[in-house]
Nanobody, 124 residues
Framework: QVQLVESGGGLVQAGGSLRLSCAAS????????MGWYRQAPGKERELVAA???????YYADSVKGRFTISRDNAKNTVYLQMNSLKPEDTAVYYCYADLIAGGSSCRGPAGDYWGQGTQVTVSS
């Protein structure tokens, strides 16, 4: 019933930019927070950035000043603008949504949902 669809990954040279998008769909869902994790070969999955429906943001130290997360609550969509990309940013990026239930407007399911992942490759 709930689906997260990611887009925007690709191949870019060091110093370039990419913009990732993630759209959540479902019947009468409410999202408390969305964010992006990434996982590179041989490394653990790490939280890159997150944003709440109220607009509070979090960034990993490694991306502060280079990445910007934003959201469109009406469209249940989160974006990650990635600037000044480095080869070490190469990873599969996974979108995450924390769904909540309750109240007249949040009758959908609650829980954690994940996108399929999108590959970001930064060449030197």
């Amino acid at each position: 019933q709930v689906q997260l669809v990611e887009s925007g990954g690709g191949l870019v040279q060091a110093g370039g930019s990419l913009r990732l998008s993630c759209a959540a769909s479902g019947d009468t869902i409410c999202i408390s927070a969305m964010g992006w994790y990434r996982q590179a070969p041989g490394k653990e999955r790490e939280l890159v950035a997150a944003i709440t429906s109220g607009g509070s943001t979090y960034y990993a130290d490694s991306v502060k000043g280079r990445f910007t997360i934003s959201r469109d609550n009406a469209k249940n969509t989160v974006y990650l603008q990635m600037n000044s990309l480095k080869p070490e940013d190469t990873a599969v990026y996974y979108c995450y949504a924390d769904l909540i239930a309750g109240g007249s407007s949040c009758r959908g399911p609650a829980g954690d949902y994940w996108g399929q992942g999108t590959q970001v490759t930064v060449s030197s």
